[in-house]
């Protein structure tokens, strides 16, 4: 059974930083996709960002350069480093998984975790 359990969301203030976690198992960790999407209230699901299998990283323009997604293949986790958190950051944070390789085709999603900036 596929898990990815979030966490490392709440509240935090404007300016303020944050490390979302995203613990996978069930899956073979080092082969996946694993990326970073929110979604906020009336908005659609939105790509923040994702780290390929190879280790690349690519960021949505509106958390490049105050982001960092990095993984960690022996514990199987995923994580988003965010700075200078503002209100238009709020949402619900969610991990997922994609793989596309012959025997391990996949997407799985987590349950999401609630980050809210406000002061």
């Known amino acids: 059974q596929v898990q990815l359990v979030e966490s490392g969301g709440g509240l935090v203030q404007p300016g303020e930083s944050l490390r979302l976690s995203c613990a996978a198992s069930?899956?073979?960790?080092?082969?996946?996709?694993m990326g970073w999407y929110r979604q906020a209230p009336g908005k659609q699901r939105e790509l923040v960002a994702l780290?390929?299998?190879?280790?690349?990283?690519n960021y949505a323009s509106f958390v490049k350069g105050r982001s960092t997604i990095f993984r960690d293949n022996a514990k199987n986790t995923v994580y988003l480093r965010m700075n200078s958190l503002n209100a238009e950051d709020t949402a619900v944070y969610y991990c997922?998984?994609?793989?596309?390789?012959?025997?391990?085709?996949?997407?799985?999603w987590g349950q999401g975790t609630q980050v809210t900036v406000s002061s």
């Open positions: 997922n998984a994609n793989s596309r390789l012959p025997g391990t085709q996949g997407d799985y």
């Open positions: 069930g899956i073979l960790f080092r082969l996946y996709t």
């Open positions: 780290i390929t299998s190879g280790g690349d990283p």
